[in-house]
């Protein structure tokens, strides 16, 4: 293989430093473009803040209206379009109006998708400006906008748009075959504007990457200036306790981001110097030995770069020392409930002199980028107005007066915080808006049936306690042609069951919902004198919401009734029909229909999936219903430990470890209370209550995890339950506790295992403190 060359190189990370890195920068050099402006969610510690506010200045990429950049968001074709169509007019030196006048772009044909009268008349312009320079293509003359671009196809439009060329040797990248642009992500790599291999060329390119693939593109076709280093500044960053891969950084030349490779070619040699001798496992690249972080909260360090025998030091910078398992990066959830109902998120309201708000499941993001519930005691809260709303070191918000105040919710020990805003109103509930998907409806004489509608307050929130009694419903004569009665409420959500009268002449009328003399819901009603069958339907039975099942057993919603519904000559309902030659059959095994005998089918959940269910008279296929199965069965997403070093024993087992899971359910801990267990072991498990037919309510069950201990040096391990507060506040929690006495060195390996799997998902060892003599 030959040696791979630069034609040019780009003012960009270093190569060897960049990959796998987990440092955030904590005091690079300000740059001046950010005196001028900064965008609110790019801070300058982000690996791509330079190239952000570079690719602004430079004209080829912006931000947001409302001030953001959106880094983290996905390119879809559109946006890259966009991007390297300005980069084009700026190339140019013209205005766009310049541009697109000179280069008679209003004559080029558009992409058949983006047509001139599209809502997105900037997207308009700029992908007839990339399409009259090549750079876009598009299948079969389709732009396809709104799809995502992947990493493979970033790599031939920037090839495009920037000319570059092929460079003599093979760079290598290892996973180009996935791809069938795989030469010019050879290109890119070659002339420094991608360092990554492997190059993942199907995967998607955030906004905050693509700017510096634009940056280090437009930079890699200036021309470059005589290299010289007149300083070395080494960057403060906080680092992972235990994560390989991670570098220290440093500029030059008071702020320029230092290339390993472009130093090396110029001749220079990079050395990293520690106080911690063992600091780097590569004193050439700064990458960092994690075994040698133990213990550490800081280290200092230097760079020193060599050439001909000259020497330059950079200043003492600082590596601060996280777990980044554990400290917490930002707030960015939360549970606003009004006495005991979760309030709606778009208005969060609390009705004064009636109710109280809790603020609960604070979730924040760790820096290892893991979700974590936050502890409660944790946190503070504070109100920007306490004339209208004052809140408790709890986090309950209790209403004073009209108006509207935001409740600071701070995480103390890393100084993140969110928002919740609430309104306070002095007029108490009242149903407000009913929604149904009841557009009309249609009886045979004296049939039955009826149709769900939710019920919302003023506020947006569930209105639960509307009772209108029996509702009549008259034709245009004032005779009444049915009755209507409503029951529910849990949630908003209500049955209206309809019944039509025994007419001898077909009759209409509207079925309206009042609160007071408000209306609520109108729906048009037909009740027909005709009650001979004429046709058979499928049809989800009275009081069945909706189609769709839920294999999670916590929500009781395994099984769904459906009905062969008859219907006269005029498509007024009559009812279940009892005959027993119709059948009802699935196109998969997602669901299982059986018979009950009575013109019902009951519809059991199997995996998860749509399904169609074919009604069948016979042979003779009547009408489908179609019915899908979803799984939201809680499952763990991620399990983090506490500080591996503990004070004592007993300890909590929730100061041990934090199992996350898939859904907002509460993990509780058990000790079993079995022979064979000897508390050894504890069962990490949710449960929850469903009520069954009949109206009763049945406690269920999910077990999750099994957690247990190993340790060589420590005898008698067990975990068992202990009492905290009195009377109502009584709690039992688990802890870990042994009779042996701890030396030092002793430790243990916690382990958990997900339930029916064998051996553990994840362990950590804790190292055990020596009690001290008093």
Request: charged share 25%.
């Amino acid at each position: 293989m030959k040696t791979k060359t630069y034609k040019r190189f780009a003012t960009v990370a270093a190569t060897s430093a960049l990959i796998g890195s987990a440092i955030v920068p904590v005091a690079a050099a300000p740059q001046e473009v950010a005196e001028e402006f900064s965008y609110s969610d790019v801070p300058t510690s982000s690996s791509h803040y330079v190239n952000i506010m570079k690719a602004r200045e430079l004209g080829i990429m912006s931000g947001y209206q409302d001030g953001t950049f959106k880094p983290n968001q996905k390119l879809n074709r559109g946006n890259v379009a966009k991007a390297l169509g300005k980069y084009v007019v700026a190339k140019s030196g013209m205005s766009l109006d310049e541009y697109v006048e000179e280069h008679n772009i209003a004559d080029v044909e558009n992409f058949s998708d983006v047509p001139n009268d599209w809502v997105d008349s900037e997207l308009v312009t700029y992908s007839k400006i990339v399409k009259e320079a090549g750079i876009f293509k598009g299948s079969d003359n389709k732009l396809e906008a709104s799809k995502l671009m992947p990493r493979d196809q970033i790599a031939e439009v920037l090839v495009r748009a920037f000319g570059f060329e092929d460079q003599e040797g093979d760079p290598g990248i290892s996973d180009t075959e996935q791809s069938g642009y795989a030469k010019s992500i050879e290109i890119i790599y070659e002339n420094g504007i991608s360092n990554a291999n492997p190059y993942r060329p199907l995967e998607t390119t955030s906004r905050g990457q693509f700017a510096s693939f634009l940056v280090r593109a437009y930079e890699a076709t200036e021309s470059d200036p005589a290299f010289s280093i007149e300083s070395v500044e080494a960057v403060d960053a906080t680092i992972d306790n235990d994560t390989e891969g991670q570098f220290a950084t440093f500029t030059i030349n008071d702020g320029q981001e230092a290339n390993l490779d472009q130093l090396k070619e110029e001749g220079y040699t990079v050395e990293f110097l520690s106080t911690e001798g063992e600091l780097f496992a590569d004193t050439a690249t700064g990458e960092i030995d994690p075994t040698a972080l133990e213990g550490l909260e800081s280290v200092a360090f230097q760079v020193k770069l060599t050439k001909d025998g000259e020497e330059i030091t950079s200043n003492e910078a600082t590596l601060t020392v996280e777990d980044f398992q554990e400290v917490i990066s930002s707030l960015d959830s939360y549970k606003l409930t009004i006495d005991d109902r979760e309030a709606n998120e778009d208005t969060n309201t609390i009705v004064l002199n009636e109710e109280s708000g809790q603020i609960s499941n604070v979730v924040g993001t760790t820096k290892s980028g893991d979700e974590n519930a936050i502890d409660p005691s944790e946190l503070t809260y504070t109100s920007s107005n306490e004339q209208v709303a004052i809140v408790s070191e709890t986090g309950e918000i209790v209403p004073v007066a009209p108006g509207d105040a935001n409740i600071t919710v701070t995480h103390e020990a890393s100084g993140e915080t969110l928002t919740v805003p609430v309104k306070v109103a002095s007029d108490e509930r009242k149903p407000s808006t009913a929604t149904t998907s009841a557009e009309s409806m249609g009886l045979a004489a004296g049939a039955e049936r009826t149709f769900s509608f939710t019920l919302t307050d003023q506020y947006g929130m569930p209105y639960e306690s509307y009772e209108p009694g029996e509702i009549t419903v008259t034709n245009g004569e004032e005779e009444t042609i049915a009755t209507v009665n409503v029951t529910g409420g849990d949630k908003g959500e209500y049955i209206a069951t309809v019944t039509a009268s025994a007419v001898e002449e077909d009759a209409e009328g509207d079925i309206i919902l009042l609160d007071d003399d408000t209306e609520l819901l109108s729906i048009p009603l037909e009740v027909g004198a005709d009650t001979e069958a004429a046709s058979h339907r499928l049809e989800l039975a009275n009081g069945v919401a909706d189609s769709t099942l839920d294999l999670n057993p916590l929500e009781g919603d395994q099984t769904l009734e459906l009905i062969v519904s008859a219907y006269n000559k005029d498509g007024h309902y009559i009812g279940a029909t009892e005959q027993d030659n119709f059948t009802v059959q699935s196109n998969n095994e997602n669901v299982s229909a059986e018979a009950n005998g009575d013109g019902t089918f009951t519809v059991t959940a199997n995996s998860a999936g749509d399904s169609t269910l074919t009604l069948k008279e016979g042979t003779i296929s009547r009408n489908s219903v179609d019915v899908t199965v979803q799984d939201t069965t809680p499952t763990i997403s991620s399990v983090t430990y506490s500080n591996k070093e503990v004070e004592g024993f007993p300890v909590a087992l929730t100061d041990l470890v934090t199992i996350n899971l898939t859904s907002n359910d509460n993990i509780q801990f058990e000790v079993p209370a079995t022979e064979e267990n000897s508390k050894s072991k504890v069962v990490a498990y949710v449960e929850g209550t469903v009520a069954n037919s009949d109206g009763s309510d049945e406690t269920v069950r999910i077990n999750l995890a099994t957690l247990d201990t190993v340790s060589t040096n420590i005898l008698g391990l067990k975990f068992e339950d202990a009492v905290t507060g009195e009377g109502t506040d009584e709690e039992t929690t688990v802890q870990l506790n042994t009779t042996d006495t701890i030396q030092a060195g002793d430790s243990f390996n916690l382990r958990v295992a997900e339930e029916g799997e064998e051996g553990a998902i994840t362990s950590s060892v804790f190292k055990v403190k020596p009690a001290t003599a008093e």
